[in-house]
């Protein structure tokens, strides 16, 4: 199973950026989908997931400014970021709780990080 992430880059503050992260492989079905976040110097965070029906949990930090979503028939999970702060510069990665088969447990895969800069 492999996560590619995309959607990083450099953004002025009060910007908008969309990250996006698809989930392919051997994939029976996927549980949940979320992201971290870790800024240089800091650990690593939580900052949004999203479950199989589509129940959502935010970090204080990001609710009402991110909002995540996913697409069940593309394996893909999305973070629509708006009103971005200097404070949100970090590498965001995705992970994804998920079978590989009818019969084997939930795994938990990470993908790999994209950079967020938000700076003028």
């Known amino acids: 199973v492999q996560l590619q992430a995309s959607g990083g880059g450099l953004v002025q503050p009060g910007g908008s950026l969309r990250l996006s992260c698809a989930a392919s492989?051997?994939?029976?079905?996927?549980?949940?989908m979320g992201w971290y976040r870790q800024a240089p110097g800091k650990q690593r965070e939580f900052v949004a997931r999203?479950?199989?029906?589509?129940?959502?949990n935010y970090a204080d930090s990001v609710k009402g400014r991110f909002t995540i979503s996913r697409d069940n028939a593309k394996n893909t999970v999305y973070l629509e970021m708006n009103s971005l702060k200097p404070e949100d510069t970090a590498v965001y990665s995705c992970?994804?709780?998920?079978?590989?088969?009818?019969?084997?447990?939930?795994?938990?895969?990470w993908g790999q990080g994209t950079q967020v800069t938000v700076s003028s």
């Open positions: 992970y994804s709780l998920l079978r590989n088969s009818s019969y084997a447990g939930s795994r938990n895969y």
């Open positions: 492989g051997s994939i029976f079905s996927v549980d949940v």
């Open positions: 999203i479950d199989s029906v589509d129940s959502t």
